[in-house]
């Protein structure tokens, strides 16, 4: 039995919740995935997989496995990535995750990463705050882009390096088309926004939780006229349709070209969100990782970051 091919394809089987899934992400059968996962319980001497018809979850002693494994392939990970690097050329493999409405700025940042460090490979993804939660906690993200203000409610042990803040805006159709792109209009107030048909992320994503915090603070409660857990969604019902939007600055990059769009900044109350790279403080950072760290703190990023996050601003 090969000892880290084993300890993958239970880290996948945890990933995908499916013996099939994980072994087609495995590039294997799933018999050979399921014979692995039989010989590492023998190999540890207890039963790691509860079995029925379907995956079934995994048993107490499995779970704890399962954490070493997440472990012990983050270290081999590290140790390969600097055994192939130096410190002027960081090389390897780093999974970046983001919640949707930061997903611009992520962008950008692997963008600026991968340029000036042509030997790193990122790959990101769009999480709900939960999931970015769990993927640090487990070490199974390198880094995560999300709202401190969950930390308190997180079992995690995050190290914070503080990015921007988010500021809202409603979006909507304009009624004198400007002549080129989205035109920023008027200041309006949430208590205003609330009487308006709206297009609204879906209630477990926690942008959803501030935009109704802001409606709550203004006197409002405010049922949505349409429901979506897709940013983009939000922007294209607003140009297709008659709804309006509650975005933060980041995503108004997204709507440039929409010259039948104007943005209004929302006041009373003035809502500011910060959002920070997150990371577990046990994490012993790769030179891959060592060189996203020191990237989300130059001050040339940070001032790129904050003028597209805040550039609706005034």
């Known amino acids: 039995m090969n000892l880290l091919v084993s300890l993958k394809y239970l880290v996948a089987l945890d990933d995908h919740k499916h013996f099939g899934r994980a072994a087609l992400a495995c590039h294997v059968t799933q018999p050979a995935l399921s014979n692995a996962l039989r010989a590492l319980e023998a190999h540890f001497g207890t039963s790691i997989v509860k079995r029925g018809r379907s995956f079934a979850g995994f048993t107490e002693e499995g779970g704890r496995v399962l954490t070493s494994a997440r472990r012990i392939l983050h270290e081999q990970e590290s140790l390969q990535q600097d055994l192939q690097s130096s410190a002027e ?15 611009p700025i992520a962008a950008r940042f692997v963008a600026m990463l991968q340029e000036r460090h042509p030997g790193i490979t990122p790959a990101l993804r769009s999480m709900s705050s939960v999931e970015l939660e769990t993927g640090l906690e487990s070490l199974a993200l390198d880094l995560g882009l999300g709202y401190t203000e969950r930390m308190d ?116 109350p003035q809502i500011e969100v910060p959002i920070a790279l997150m990371l577990h403080a046990s994490n012993r950072p790769s030179r891959a990782l060592e060189a996203a760290l020191a990237l989300a703190q130059d001050p040339a990023w940070l001032s790129q970051a904050r003028q597209h996050a805040g550039r609706m601003q005034g």
């Not at 050329?89 to 997903?103: D, F, K, W």
């Not at 920023?184 to 879906?202: N, Q």
């Open 153 to 268: 409610a997180s079992r995690a042990l995050l190290r914070v390096l503080p990015q921007y803040t988010e500021h809202y805006f409603l979006l909507r159709k304009s009624q004198v088309p400007g002549a080129g792109d989205l035109r920023i209009g008027p200041s309006i107030t949430w208590r205003e926004a609330s009487a308006l048909p709206l297009c609204m992320l879906s209630a477990e994503m926690h942008n959803r939780t501030i935009v109704d915090r802001a409606f709550k603070s203004a006197g409002q409660k405010v049922s949505p006229a349409i429901e979506t857990n897709s940013t983009l969604t939000l922007l294209i019902t607003v140009a297709a349709g008659k709804v309006c939007a509650v975005l933060p600055g980041a995503l108004l990059g997204s709507t440039l070209g929409y010259r039948e769009l104007e943005a209004l900044p929302l006041s009373s």
């Open 89 to 103: 050329q960081p090389r390897g493999n780093l999974l970046i995750g983001s919640v949707p409405t930061a997903m």
